[in-house]
Nanobody, 126 residues
Framework: VQLQASGGGLVQAGGSLRLSCAASGRTFSLYGMGWFRQAPGKEREFVAAISRGGTVTDYTDSLKGRFRISRDNAENTLYLRMNSLRPEDTAVYYC????????????????????WGQGTQVTVSS
């Protein structure tokens, strides 16, 4: 599967963005999906994950309540809605797909993801 992330940009603190990740192929619904981010000088970190059917989600604790992951399997697209953005949310955001997941499984571990998008830059100004 090929992934294309989009929707990043420059936003003021307190603003919102919605990232999209378009997937190629007809098996999108078989993949567990996730979002990660990497800030300058920092390691890539887990942001959110969603199960194959979209019924189970997982977030890194610090982002719960501000970020929302969702997917549209009919449109082969993954989303990340980001609200109340802060300067510390500035990073390159990556979407990723994990094969071989069971129903309801969500994955935090980057090594389980076999496919990665190219990343989209999010910059939050203070």
């Amino acid at each position: 599967v090929q992934l294309q992330a989009s929707g990043g940009g420059l936003v003021q603190a307190g603003g919102s963005l919605r990232l999209s990740c378009a997937a190629s192929g007809r098996t999108f619904s078989l993949y567990g999906m996730g979002w990660f981010r990497q800030a300058p000088g920092k390691e890539r970190e887990f942001v959110a994950a969603i199960s194959r059917g979209g019924t189970v989600t997982d977030y890194t604790d610090s982002l719960k309540g501000r970020f929302r992951i969702s997917r549209d399997n009919a449109e082969n697209t993954l989303y990340l809605r980001m609200n109340s953005l802060r300067p510390e949310d500035t990073a390159v955001y990556y979407c990723a797909a994990a094969p071989g997941v069971v129903t309801g499984e969500v994955i935090r571990t980057p090594a389980r993801y076999s496919y990665w998008g190219q990343g989209t830059q999010v910059t939050v100004s203070s």
